[in-house]
Each structure stands twice: as C-alpha cells, then as structure tokens.
T-cell receptor
Framework: KNQVEQSPQSLIILEGKNCTLQCNYTVSPFSNLRWYKQDTGRGPVSLTIMTFSENTKSNGRYTATLDADTKQSSLHITASQLSDSASYIC???????????FGAGTRLTVKP | NAGVTQTPKFQVLKTGQSMTLQCAQDMNHEYMSWYRQDPGMGLRLIHYSVGAGITDQGEVPNGYNVSRSTTEDFPLRLLSAAPSQTSVYFCASRVLAGVPETQYFGPGTRLLVL
C-alpha cells in the first residue's frame, strides 16, 4: 500500500482560477514533506520543502500547508496560468532521509 | 551549471540485452539516486549513493547495478533487460546535510524493452 496518497488524480480548471491539491501520508517517523512540479516529458522540479515545525510555505503563487498531526498536506495554486499545467507530486521522507516516498501525483490541466 | 544530465533520452532494447544509463551532475552533490516512474505510480527508488565508492539498494533494486567511482557520475546498468523494466528512469542529486535540501532531477531516460 502506498504510504503517500494524493487527490484528486486529475483536475481541470480555467485559467485564473485557484485550486487545491491534497496529500495524505502514513510515513512514520516523519521528517519532511516536499511538493514537486513535473511538466510532461521532464524531470520533477522542487516547489517547497517543509519540516515538522513548519505548517505553511510559499513559493510565488504556490502555497503548501502541512498538518503533521493529521498527516495531511495541501498545495494551493492561486490565479492559475496555462504554464501550471503539469503533474504535482507529494513526497514524504522519514527520519532516514534516504527513504523518500512519492505519491502518484495529481495531473492538473489549466484551460484558457 | 548544467545541473543533472542523463543520456540517452530514449532507448529501445530487446529482452536479454544489456545497457548503461548515464547520469552526471556538476553541483558537487554527495547524494545521487536513480528512480523509475511507471504510469499511475509514484517514483520508486532503485539505488542510491552517499558518496564516491558508496552505494546502496533502494525499494526496487533487482535487475539493476550501480557504481560510483567519482562524485560526478552515477551510471545505472541493466544486465539483462526484461519487459518489466520498460519505464522512465530519473537520476537525482542533492547535498547531504542535517536539514532537508532541494533534490535536483535529470530530464529522464525513456526505456522500452521488447
């Protein structure tokens, strides 16, 4: 069973709208949580990294939140652009930082 | 900096053939790793290295070998390709530190095993 579950699996929104992607995890003990953006045919690119003590982190129009008690994270995208069309991947690491568990990703399509 | 580079971009193999996927980074990162990405699944760790001369197995190591003779290079070898190894392979690198550091991925190698 995957220890990192993402929802929805796919999402279509109109340009300019906001959206929120969800990540639930069971990885323990928790060390940090990362969000990546992966364009089609490219490697993942880091958006945010949060440790146990952080509950929010922003990177431009991307804002990630973390609730370590409920083991949930979200990625909020504000004022979406066509270039936001990509897969967004949640990655959770345990205290052995070499053990990174990847979610299957949410495929976001932004339409004009 | 070129970052993390991978070659080739695409490869078609026949069952039983061998090949090496190349990975190089110019950021002097201690940690390098190989992942495979299959449809509907998250990236899975194949092998990783925390420095030259040190390698270890990840989640799905069977059928793959690695070596790390230099800090810059981390090749992945398929000794006898099987159709189950059809996938997209990503190499990644990062600094080894006490706090979480950004991990940089290469552009990927698409492998088809017939």
């Amino acid at each position: 069973k995957n220890q990192v579950e993402q929802s929805p699996q796919s999402l279509i929104i109109l340009e300019g709208k906001n959206c929120t992607l969800q990540c639930n995890y069971t990885v323990s003990p928790f060390s940090n949580l990362r969000w990546y953006k992966q364009d089609t045919g490219r490697g993942p690119v880091s958006l945010t990294i949060m440790t146990f003590s952080e509950n929010t982190k922003s990177n431009g129009r991307y804002t990630a939140t973390l609730d370590a008690d409920t083991k949930q994270s979200s990625l909020h995208i504000t004022a979406s652009q066509l270039s936001d069309s990509a897969s967004y991947i949640c990655v959770v690491s345990s205290y052995n930082n070499n053990d990174m568990r990847f979610g299957a990703g949410t495929r976001l399509t932004v339409k004009p | 900096n070129a970052g993390v580079t991978q070659t080739p971009k695409f490869q078609v193999l026949k069952t039983g053939q061998s090949m090496t996927l190349q990975c190089a980074q110019d950021m002097n990162h201690e940690y390098m790793s190989w992942y495979r990405q299959d449809p509907g699944m998250g990236l899975r760790l194949i092998h990783y290295s925390v420095g030259a001369g040190i390698t270890d197995q990840g989640e799905v190591p069977n059928g793959y070998n690695v070596s790390r003779s230099t800090t810059e290079d981390f090749p992945l070898r398929l000794l006898s390709a099987a159709p189950s190894q059809t996938s997209v392979y990503f190499c990644a690198s990062r600094v080894l530190a006490g706090v979480p550091e950004t991990q940089y991925f290469g552009p990927g190698t698409r492998l088809l095993v017939l």
